[in-house]
């Protein structure tokens, strides 16, 4: 894969693997708070010209919300952080995209999908890669834009208003980088990418509890879509994609499968008439209520190429039970396994006071 030359205005800027983010989360179960939990660019990595699709995955999980997209032209100075405030006018108005073909800040079109036109005029020295930020502003409908401009121009995300960055690579090269290509989603060997798609799959059996419930969910990739396999210098090279699980009910984490984890697709290049190939990765879902669930797989290479999948369930059964907290979930007072013995915490400190080193 081609390593970015940066311009001197762009080594001001933080930009890391290529997605900054001010709100998107770590891989959890989703409970009641909304969440970002990706912005994807399509094409990843873009020329000047180029017209970019938008796409936001975001938890919003009662009532409705709107997506608001600011693009900003980062100047001297200007960072992931500060670029959108540091050019949002003082009336709050800012220009579309479309009439501001050269300014610093912009609006694209409202929308979960929008699009963007990048200047064709933008002088980018061969070879060298230039940032848009693009900033994600997903509003909840009741508060709507006027509610979250205060948050947008300060940077100071509410629970109304979730704000998140993403980083646009601008490139003059003939190279450019692609998002990975998911190839298969299955749900306990089913594929949900059979024609005709199949019906929502269902976890649980009707009338028992739902304890103790598991289901495999199972990602895998398009190995051609990876072009991280080919090295800067054209010869082939491992590649590696984080894989991010979600869900709406009950919990779930990845797994090892096959020898390989379930929170990274490892894949590797051609070898001899032999394909690239790429791992699956695995993740163990454990269902807590019965009714429709979501859950979203997030996959993210090294350079801001991005993909997801969201994939309804639906659980049957009886809801587990939550087990009992009289002592704040700590298992101190349970017996057990989960008894500390009485004495214990006096020796343990009884014990790092004679091993500890003394002053001379």
Known sequence: MRRPVWTAIALVLALGAGCDIMDFRSPSDLGEE????????????????????????????????????LVCLPEEGDWTGTCVQNHFPADGEIPPCSATPSGSLC???????????????????????????????????????????????????????????KTLPLSSSGRVNQNPVIAELTVDGTSMDATPVPPTPTVGTPGTSLKGVEARIRV?????????????????????????????????????????????????????????????????????????????????????????????LRGVGEAVPEEPDDDGGCGCGQGGAGRIPLGLPLLLLLWGWRRAPRLR
């Not at 997903?138 to 947008?152: E, P, Q």
């Open 220 to 312: 895998s990739v398009d190995a051609s879509s990876v072009d991280e396999l080919r090295a800067e210098d054209g010869t082939w090279t491992d590649a590696s994609i984080a894989v991010d699980w979600y869900v709406t009910c009950g919990s779930i984490l990845p797994v090892e499968e096959g020898g390989f984890e379930g929170d990274t697709i490892e894949c590797e290049p051609p070898d001899g008439t032999a394909p690239a190939t790429c791992s699956v990765a695995t993740a163990k879902l454990t269902p807590d209520t019965p009714g429709d669930c979501m859950v979203y797989v997030v996959l993210r290479d090294d350079y801001g190429g991005h993909a997801y999948r969201a994939q309804p």
């Open 34 to 69: 909304p969440q970002i939990l990706t912005i994807v660019a399509a094409p990843a990595e873009a020329r000047p010209g180029d017209h970019v699709r938008l796409s936001a995955l975001v938890h919003w999980p009662s009532g409705n919300w709107e997506a608001h997209w």
């Open 107 to 165: 609006r694209a079109p409202t929308g979960v999908d929008t699009a963007l036109d990048v200047p064709a005029g933008l002088p980018l020295p061969e070879g060298v890669i230039y940032p848009i930020l693009v900033e994600l502003v997903a509003v909840r409908a009741s508060v709507g834009w006027a509610g979250c401009a205060d948050a947008a121009a300060n940077a100071a995300p509410t629970p109304d208003c979730l704000i998140a960055l």
